[in-house]
């Protein structure tokens, strides 16, 4: 079965630090993705990157960076100095990559970044 | 190209009650997934269909039913509403091509329902 466990409920940050969001996964497939979205209070999923379980390579989008580890099944998040607008709740997922595929999500966690 | 849209936006309803979601899929794409939303949870897989038919199913009881039309837009339809299906309710549109690759899903805005 798959899990995703983000075991931050919430942070908060003061602007321009920087900060990394923890996902931990759990599948028996031998590929798979991993994912991890934004939700801002409006609601609605926001894609931020996906990656696939053949692929470690750590990757730099701006100031978000991602960390994917399968030795200890983590795929982090860090943002590099933190803005106001990246407070909003951010989700982990993970999908099986053959077949039937469905978002299995974490709990997420909210983070706030105060001026 | 026409993203996914889902109606309405909000809903109040009262328990007891039946309720019927709906969801547009992104043009050309031809499978639809459901997700619940309940507050401070990450969303939760409902079923998929995928031309049509249920493709698979989550955890969710048989009063949560759906359709998708040839059109692959798609129902959401909650019988004998609960307090607990108070949620937003997101659907998500792929396009599958029958190949082991994985098929991007895209989200709707979601509609958010009370239920009293």
């Known amino acids: 079965a798959q899990k995703v466990t983000q075991a931050q409920t919430e942070i908060s940050v003061v602007e321009k630090e920087d900060v990394t969001l923890d996902c931990v996964y759990e599948?028996?497939?031998?590929?798979?993705?991993l994912f991890w979205y934004k939700q801002p209070p409006s609601g609605e999923l926001v894609f931020l990157i996906r990656?696939?379980?053949?692929?470690?390579q750590n990757e730099i989008s701006g100031r978000y960076s991602w960390n994917f580890q399968k030795s200890t099944s983590s795929f982090n998040f860090t943002i590099t100095a933190s803005q106001v607008v990246d407070s909003a709740v951010y989700f982990c997922?993970?999908?099986?990559?053959?077949?039937?595929?469905?978002?299995?999500f974490g709990t997420g966690t909210r983070l706030l970044v105060s001026p | 190209e026409t993203g996914v849209t889902q109606s309405p936006t909000h809903l109040i309803k009262t328990r007891g009650q039946q309720v019927t979601l709906r969801c547009s899929s992104q043009?050309?794409?031809?499978?639809v997934s459901w997700y619940q939303q309940a507050l401070g949870q990450g969303p939760q897989f409902i079923f998929q269909?995928?031309?049509?038919?249920?493709?698979g199913r989550g955890n969710f009881p048989p009063r949560f039913s759906g359709l998708q039309f040839p059109n692959y837009s798609s129902e959401l339809n909650v019988n004998a509403l609960e307090l607990d299906d108070s949620a937003l309710y997101l659907c998500?549109?792929?396009?599958?091509?029958?190949?082991?690759?994985?098929?991007?899903?895209?989200f709707g805005p979601g509609t958010r329902l009370t239920v009293l």
């Open positions: 998500a549109s792929s396009l599958a091509r029958g190949e082991p690759i994985y098929n991007e899903q895209f």
């Open positions: 599948t028996r497939d031998t590929t798979y993705y």
């Open positions: 990656r696939n379980s053949f692929d470690e």
């Open positions: 997922a993970q999908s099986g990559g053959t077949g039937f595929q469905k978002l299995v």
């Open positions: 043009s050309g794409h031809n499978t």
């Open positions: 269909y995928y031309r049509e038919e249920e493709n």
